[in-house]
């Protein structure tokens, strides 16, 4: 269901997404759909509409109960302009096409030319440090362009000649997706749309890998089973909503031409990483207590919430993988990068003060909220496994201590 609102910078839908409490009898979450698209390019207004249709299906059938037992995968989005669709024109029909025969320059004595996004983020630093390692002929490109920007991207694009892009810049924060609804909306998706296009055009032989999030699965997420690719994408929130629409939309593009490879991460976790992620979380308030910061109580607000939780080194691992794999996947194949083992909140506490050594109670704290608002999330890691020749390494006693340590020294006065 959508209608058209007035706005400072044009026309802007209200789609309606699955409520965050659907249990509860609340009203629905309405989330603010920017008119993102470029109306002198009718193909993507109608892209953008499918995109949107097929997250609003996916919404439907998770609101009827179906989620276990319906699935829908990219392939799904329908070849012809939905009712949001304005334009007249016919949408392009998705016809599938054949993956490359080879990866363009994938040998680091060849010098991969690298163009990443989101460099300077949490998963960024620790990915250039894995490239350094794992491909030290490479050739990194950053920028610190504002990829809502068509012009500067395109400029970007053209003069550099990237071989590959790892998207990893967003507005990841439940929390301040939530609150600047319309900054994630225009990154997550407007930037997205953007940067992909202007590959798709400046540089078609490239390889476009989008690190997208378990998070658009949302609402499947309660059938208690591990998910895996043709899980059903019903998101709960404005960044999951957002970074959803992005998902498809890259699918949509990779059956026109882009060479799309959609990553979709669970719970990331490693050191320089933000409080307000659940593993810091939880280590900062252990080492305030081991240094008698705190008293020896840690407050958490859902001690029984699973996490899927993989060390962030492994997950770049796994990005980098699919920079150099021998054959090329098809175009627009989504992944699962995840551990396919759920840590609760409680257990995940419990293993931090015993690395710590030190004793301290469980404290349930209402006003706490949960970082992703579900109450367990699980992936079946068994595709990427396979197509990436990829898994965890790092074990979790040695992810706990680097956290863990992060943390002492960070609260040093």
């Known amino acids: 269901m959508s209608k058209s609102v007035p706005h400072e910078k044009g026309e802007i839908r209200l789609f309606r997404v699955i409520p965050s409490k659907h249990e509860t009898g609340k009203k629905p979450v309405k989330t603010l759909l920017p008119s993102c698209i470029s109306k002198t390019r009718t193909r993507n207004c109608c892209r953008q509409a499918s995109v949107l249709n097929v997250l609003g299906s996916c919404c439907a059938l998770a609101l009827s109960g179906d989620v276990a037992e319906n699935s829908m995968a990219w392939a799904d989005i329908p070849a012809s302009p939905g009712p949001s669709c304005r334009e007249t024109a016919p949408c392009r029909p998705f016809l599938p096409l054949p993956p490359r025969t080879g990866f363009p320059r994938s040998s680091p004595e060849m010098g991969l030319r690298i163009l990443l996004t989101g460099g300077q983020g949490f998963v960024g630093q620790h990915l250039k440090a894995r490239l350094q390692d794992r491909i030290p002929g490479h050739v990194l490109l950053e920028d610190p362009m504002d990829i809502r920007d068509r012009a500067a991207v395109e400029r970007f694009v053209r003069n550099e000649k990237p071989d590959a892009c790892l998207h990893l810049a967003a507005v990841s924060s439940v929390a301040r997706a939530k609150a600047e609804s319309a900054d994630a909306w225009t990154v997550n998706l407007d930037g997205t749309l953007i940067l992909a296009e202007t590959f798709e055009t400046h540089a078609p032989q490239a390889s476009f890998i989008f690190v997208s999030t378990a998070e658009i699965y949302g609402a499947s997420f309660s059938s208690g089973q591990p998910l895996d690719e043709s899980a059903v994408i019903a998101p709960v929130n404005a960044y999951a909503s957002s970074k959803a629409a992005a998902d498809l939309a890259i699918g949509n593009l990779s059956r026109e031409g882009l060479h799309g490879l959609r990553l979709r991460s669970f719970t990331q976790v490693g050191t320089g990483q933000d409080e307000d992620a659940i593993l810091p979380f939880l280590a900062a308030q252990v080492a305030r207590i081991e ?123």
């Open 291 to 413: 240094a008698g910061q705190q008293a020896p109580t840690i407050r958490v607000g859902h001690p029984d919430a699973g996490f899927d939780v993989t060390d962030v080194r492994d997950a770049c691992d796994a990005y980098i993988n699919a920079l150099a794999l021998p054959q090329p996947l098809p175009n627009g194949t989504a992944l699962n990068i995840c551990s396919g083992v759920t840590r609760t909140v409680r257990s995940m506490a419990i293993d931090l003060l015993d690395v710590a050594g030190v004793s301290a109670t469980i404290e349930v704290d209402p006003d706490i909220p949960c970082p992703s608002g579900l109450p367990s999330m699980r992936g079946n890691p068994a595709a990427a496994r396979q197509a990436l020749d990829w898994s965890p390494q790092i074990p979790w006693h040695e992810t706990l201590v680097s956290v863990l340590n992060d943390w002492r020294y960070r609260i040093k006065p």
